[in-house]
């Protein structure tokens, strides 16, 4: 079967550090996306691992290891609106069928 | 960037009926479109791939019968759920994925809010 597990909820303060983990266990890997979901909206991309070690693009960056089936989501400088979902998937096929956790609520207090 | 589009954004209906949600690709071709629902505070759950031209292929546990898909044109994919009954509110999104983009990351629509009374 396929497994996503991620903390379902997070609480943090502005101008702070977070991260997000996820750990996985699918049958077959061909990548892991993280997606930002406001309330309401369709998910938006974040980032995109394939490779083992960290992609960073501006306050957000993103790890992978994939013998461990591991990675996260770092979010600096935290601002209110990333206050959002946010998901770990995995792409298992090169067809581009993913499958999602069940997302981690962030929230930003002042 | 990439947009994809859903038609209606919003829509309630009787039990029993049938509804059609459309899903396009703004500005890009896709072969390739994927139909998931998303229930309140739970993750998107992939229901069928649409392929155009040829059949779709739907994820264990799906009713082909019930959630009809026809993937018309290179830019437009429906689905359809049919006889909805109030276990099928639920928001149900697609998303292509661009076929230039090396990585090909999945461009979500705006989603499709199915209310059956």
């Given at each position: 079967?396929?497994?996503?597990?991620?903390?379902?909820?997070?609480?943090?303060?502005?101008?702070?550090?977070?991260?997000?983990?996820?750990?996985?266990?699918?049958?077959?890997?061909?990548?892991?996306?993280?997606?930002?979901?406001?309330?309401?909206?369709?998910?938006?991309?974040?980032?995109?691992?394939?490779?083992?070690?960290?992609?960073?693009?501006?306050?957000?960056?993103?790890?992978?290891?994939?013998?461990?089936?591991?990675?996260?989501?770092?979010?600096?400088?935290?601002?209110?609106?990333?206050?959002?979902?946010?998901?770990?998937?995995?792409?298992?096929?090169?067809?581009?069928?993913?499958?999602?956790?069940?997302?981690?609520?962030?929230?930003?207090?002042? | 960037?990439?947009?994809?589009?859903?038609?209606?954004?919003?829509?309630?209906?009787k039990s029993g009926?049938?509804?059609?949600?459309?899903?396009?690709?703004?500005?890009?071709?896709?072969?390739?479109?994927?139909?998931?629902?998303?229930?309140?505070?739970?993750?998107?759950?992939?229901?069928?791939?649409?392929?155009?031209?040829?059949?779709?292929?739907?994820?264990?546990?799906?009713?082909?019968?019930?959630?009809?898909?026809?993937?018309?044109?290179?830019?437009?994919?429906?689905?359809?759920?049919?006889?909805?009954h109030?276990?099928?509110?639920?928001?149900?999104?697609?998303?292509?994925?661009?076929?230039?983009?090396?990585?090909?990351?999945?461009?979500?629509?705006?989603?499709?809010?199915?209310?059956?009374?």
């Amino acid at each position: 079967g396929q497994n996503i597990d991620q903390p379902t909820e997070m609480t943090a303060t502005e101008g702070a550090i977070v991260q997000i983990n996820c750990t996985y266990q699918t049958s077959g890997f061909n990548g892991l996306f993280w997606y930002q979901q406001h309330a309401g909206e369709a998910p938006t991309f974040l980032s995109y691992n394939v490779l083992d070690g960290l992609e960073e693009k501006g306050r957000f960056s993103s790890f992978l290891s994939r013998s461990k089936g591991y990675s996260y989501l770092l979010l600096k400088e935290l601002q209110m609106k990333d206050s959002a979902s946010y998901l770990c998937a995995v792409r298992r096929t090169n067809a581009g069928k993913s499958t999602f956790g069940d997302g981690t609520t962030l929230t930003v207090k002042p | 960037g990439a947009v994809v589009s859903q038609h209606p954004s919003r829509v309630i209906c009787k039990s029993g009926t049938s509804v059609k949600i459309e899903c396009r690709s703004l500005d890009f071709q896709a072969t390739t479109m994927f139909w998931y629902r998303q229930f309140p505070k739970q993750s998107l759950m992939l229901m069928a791939t649409s392929n155009e031209g040829s059949k779709a292929t739907y994820e264990q546990g799906v009713e082909k019968d019930k959630f009809l898909i026809n993937h018309a044109s290179l830019t437009l994919s429906t689905l359809t759920v049919t006889s909805a009954h109030p276990e099928d509110s639920s928001l149900y999104i697609c998303s292509a994925p661009l076929p230039s983009d090396m990585k090909e990351t999945q461009y979500f629509g705006p989603g499709t809010r199915l209310l059956v009374l």
